[in-house]
């Protein structure tokens, strides 16, 4: 059975930073891609962030692209989002996917196409 648990949410002032981990397991994960999805109140669910596990590759939104840097431990079978320069439009719910495709494709990819969720993590900037 497959599991992706993020951690790391909480409430931060604007400018500041955070870091969120996601744990997965339940299978071997090296033919796919691990992405940062977010969903604000009333909004869709956006990708952030993504990358392959194995590999270079990433995919990151424009609205966050210079603030936060995908990353990934094959060894712990983690992977992470380091979020600076936080802002309060950064407020979402924060989820971890995977699906086997490559890190533009998940980017780009309508959240019910995603083989895989977290449970979500909630990031909250204040002002």
């Known amino acids: 059975q497959v599991q992706l648990v993020e951690s790391g949410g909480g409430l931060v002032q604007a400018g500041g930073s955070l870091k969120l981990s996601c744990a997965a397991s339940?299978?071997?994960?090296?033919?796919?891609?691990m992405g940062w999805f977010r969903q604000a109140p009333g909004k869709g669910r956006e990708c952030v962030a993504a990358?392959?596990?194995?590999?270079?590759?990433?995919y990151y939104a424009d609205s966050v692209k210079g603030r936060f840097t995908i990353s990934r431990d094959n060894a712990k079978n983690a992977g992470y989002l380091q979020m600076n320069s936080l802002k309060p439009a950064d407020t979402a719910v924060y989820y971890c996917?995977?699906?086997?495709?490559?890190?533009?494709?998940?980017?780009?990819?309508?959240?019910?196409?995603?083989?895989?969720w977290g449970q979500g993590t909630q990031v909250t900037v204040s002002s």
């Open positions: 996917a995977a699906d086997p495709t490559t890190a533009h494709a998940l980017g780009v990819m309508p959240g019910s196409d995603v083989d895989y």
């Open positions: 339940g299978r071997t994960f090296s033919s796919y891609a």
């Open positions: 990358m392959r596990w194995t590999g270079y590759t990433t």
